[in-house]
């Protein structure tokens, strides 16, 4: 039960901190002013376009879940990264399984990764970054 109960408590949570583009450009109107007319469509869409303040992006997408730092000779850029986490493997691969195991009943057979952890992958469903605080380029996973 508690294999079921934390994950869903922290989905739970994750959805509650989520906030709509709407949401947030009602707790800021005053980055949302300062956005040029198409800026400011995009944001209402949840949508990040070419050429837009850290500001407008946030109000779009909310906060990064992680900022990393990529440095060329061409100078330094910021990236923000909101990611998703995908759950596979353990016990949750294999739902079905005899209801009381015993090890000498040969109709029970838990599977390869029955006792193992479930993995949880994390990967970046949208990448933006910045340079002089601009977005340059946008990267989404397809």
Partial sequence: MKRLLIPALLTLAALAGCA????RIKDNPGAYSNLT????ELVKKGQVGLGMPEAAVQLALGKP???TE???ASGQQNIWHYTQVQTAGGA???PYFYPYP???DPLFYPGPSFYAA???TETDRI???FKDGVVTAIEREL
């Fill in 20 to 23: 709509t583009p709407e949401a």
């Fill in 37 to 40: 007319p198409e800026q400011q």
């Fill in 65 to 67: 879940d992680r900022i």
């Fill in 70 to 72: 990529h440095t060329d």
């Fill in 92 to 94: 949750a691969a294999y």
């Fill in 102 to 104: 015993s090890f000498y």
């Fill in 118 to 120: 479930p993995v949880q």
């Fill in 127 to 129: 990448r933006v970054i």
